[in-house]
């Protein structure tokens, strides 16, 4: 019999968690009377200098109330209107976005084929043909996800050979780091490392899915993209009027390596789960476990009765892969109660029962 | 010699002011482990609950960011793409959202002239002229903000008939209620006899300038512009994945007439302020005071030397206008203080000091 | 008792005209056999050269479909995402064209009250406190219509006045010139005066109201500007496959002065018809006659009659002006006729008959 | 040594070709004195009875400059702001029209890939998974080419069971039918069973390429979808003022059978010229010849050669394939001598010459 508590922790998305007691205190923190709206304060000043001490001191930061408020801006940023946005087909942007690009930004998005999440210098190549083609929207950012949505990491040195093949022919690096620490701590790292030093010309930095309460922003490397970044911002409807209690969270995360903890821990998790289920009878991994999620292929029976009880989503209906997430607050005992559920659940399918 | 404490108190907006305090536990207090992400939480559920509540069993509403977004989202749901809203010419939409609207939604914005930020039936009707006109954007819905941008408040009845006129010809009625509690307090109604009982189709809801972090609403009443919702709401970089610590906000506000507490203290805030500056030699009202906002004219010499210390916008360069606008926390200590300081530098003014 | 005939000549507007021969000839010997698609014939390049005889070595030229295509890529080249196009609120893309600059540019249109159509320098200052306000879309472009909408004509001074005005503020300036060749024949100068000469940055060209059976252009004069225009052509829907057959009609108007003689003629009708209606009793003009327009105020009761016999539009129903267009191929005879109607029903409207 | 007339005929598109005499006759025919703009002329109104006798009486036909156009304005039919079109990886308004859907419409479309052009309801059944989920962009409607860009044709059948597949779950089929007559003519059969039979919803019917100066036209078969066409063809740059020279160019090619003779002689010489070209070392078709276009595999130096003397594409660059079409003024006489300088050029290419 699978434990009885319904719930006891959601597998679904690092989205279901809480905020990190940290975070939470920064923006109590921040209740201190008046101050400027619109990014006017002392909170957001402080922000771009943690900032700029991470990724450098070219780097200019916008905080964003979500993730695709980040993509939407910085893409804009990089486009013309005829241009168009490189990108791996099980990319955000592509699949998760009820087509926020294409609406807002009137851009097209060339959806590439992808191994484990991941696009290649080959796999981009053939799209070149198009630039200076009338007929055709002219290939103008290359935006890769990292870590992927498959839950999969580059390396430092695929980033940098992807950004300088993109510079040679004219083309910008725009990186979706909804989990950039996720990366980071998996590749044992820095951030900067994967993002200024490896030839990044801007991305979306993620604090919500990390023990944020809503947070994310845009950082741009390139200086020749930032001019515009203010009304872009303001028209895309991200600008926070009383920014600081944003600036704050984003402040927390940056400070002491609260970001680089959160994500260490959630990836363990993830791993302790994805050991917990090796060798189970009809259960393989989908991915390469590099991050904070977990992309078994489980029996279809097994599926049914562990959503009966966990939150977890569906990724691949036909071929039964499902996806499980881990967050900054899974704990072991969580992860462990799983496995032992996960271990009933699939071998009462292999048995039949 | 003015006081010499800087910024004391801001009176540039009302989103200078921090959050209140009941709104801030209620944040606090929804952290409180795992809840599903996008709105599938209680909290939201709770939210939805007090809204009915408020404005009728069947308004449906919708956590944003801000409040353009609210406004794009609600104006997208009522707009085919060869559609204009009527608006005033002073309309936030028109002014102050870096043309969203028209960039985000392709919509054509028709300024109105007005009479103290506000449009009657008889300033509309020669729009509608282009009805049924292909060569022309065909009105779709008439948008007007309460209260006002000038600080003043259309009564019920006065929604009433730009309500009736809408309908009897095919048109909606949207609202940009950023301050709708504030009318709501000045008038001395409920939100809803402004709102639903005045045939309004849909509304954005102000909190954040009402004490809230960051928290509106888009409200709809007409049940036939519903449907899309959700969607815009994600195309429009509106969804909240961990929305419950907006929805708390949300819900604090309507908790316990917190709304109307807060409104009507900023409310008399305005008012102790231009009944402070009243009668002062070359001092007049540009608009009446009908809520938490103040737009006198005042002595050139004067404008400058209160803003070395104190923050505020000045509305109208040519004539010398600018805007005051309190607060929920706004004291009468902070008026009082701010009052003084304004004789003195209006008598130094008028004396040639 | 009125002329008989139904229809004799339609006073609605230049688009009701037909073909001038000299046009429909160079369209028939277009027909030779093959051409290369998309402007690589030699149709176009000849085209490409008399424009740039009429308008300098710098102008380089799009043929494109309709007015509205050629306004609407135009002031594409011209405009980020978040700029605002300053024009006259009688502007051709105002007023008629659906909402295509909002819709397929995303631009907002601050539309300025006019005196007869024109707009000036000081008409435009009060806009420009917007520039480098992050709320406030920005100015970017002005546009005007040369002849006006109101078929009045900008000077050449008027026309530098306020180039040089839009280029000290970093601005460009545009010009719809679907009916450039009326005001040129009425100023009498070049068109080169009124455009390259005055600091134009880009203007369409109006072909098919001055006897051509459908062809536009769009003109880049600012060098700046031209980089991006075959993407913004395409993907504006304007490419013409064929387009020989759209070049020969633009090359056969610049060729022997045909564009001057039809804008005479038509100018002089219209002066014909103005002066025949001159003096009648209810009977005066709302705009002074400078190009081929009439625009009188008439008796209601006379312009119920006429309508019975003759096309032609109400320009104020709440005014009773009426709007009467001449062509190339209005003749003297259609006027006099036309006239002599009108008379008719003026006397019989003021005689109550 | 190939034949040294240069460009004899080009092969590179039905676009090169001039304008076909009965066509150009009726243009000519059409410039009689006056007529109401904007589609109010007799010419409009015979041009909608033979499309009506063509495609059954509920059709609504609306004529556009160019395939862009059509394609543009019928998709924005039937598209909401969050939808999506699923289209052939291989469509024109996929790979040729510079991302205007994406632009004008902010749709996203969704590559699907094919089989020689040809898209199946197995191929669209997966991406419908995104139906009701916020995420994600909603198929809205799937649009084919017929012919397609690969120059295969689907049978009526085919059509059908996309239709059907399509209305049983809320999506329109839509079709790009630039080369429907050749696709009528080669399949044998009606326009009508291709479209209105088959039941489609409404698609773009082209004019241009088989004899047309320029004229393709909008045709409408669900009336549901009918009811905003004026206003998007306004706003869509697509109203042709002097619209009678566009009307009766569709009317000479629907009058007397003209455009099927037109086509099945297109279609013809594509098969002379594909006869020809069987068996020779290195050649083989890419694609069935099955409309007016050919596809074959040439050695790379006889590429090379031929293209100094023949206009035609390169449709593929790393497999050497090349695109052949064909049109209603090549000769047999035209194919037979590309046929012999072919045959010359790959027996060069392949003797090491």
Redesign the interface.
Known sequence: MLTPTP?P??F??D?????HPAV?SA??DA????????GGDSWTRAMEDVFRAEFGAGATVYPM??G??AN?VGL?LTL?????VLCPATAHIN??????A???L????V?LPTENGKITVDGIR?EL?ALGN?????PRVISISQATECGTCYTADEIAELAEFAHARGLFLHVDGARLANAAAWLDCSMRALTTDAGVDLFSFGG??NGA??AEALVILNPELDA?A???R?????????MR??SAQLTALLTGGLWRENATHANAMAHRLSDGVAGLPGVSLRYPVQSNSVFPVLPEKAIAELQQRY?FHVWD??ENVVRWVTSF?TTAEHVDTFVSDIRLAVHGASSGA
Not at 80 to 84: E, G, I, K, L, P
């Open positions: 719930f922790k959601s679904a998305s989205n279901h968690a809480g905020v939470l923006v109590v209740n201190t009377g008046d101050a400027p709206a619109y109330f979500n695709t408020g939407v804009g013309r209107s005829y241009d168009a699949t998760s976005e009820c087509g926020a294409e609406r807002l009137g851009a097209k998005l959806p053939g043909s009338v007929q055709r929207s002219q919500t899915k309460m809503g515009p203010l009304f872009l303001k028209q895309g409807m991200q600008l926070a009027s009383k209690y944003v939150l209906a036909d607050d």
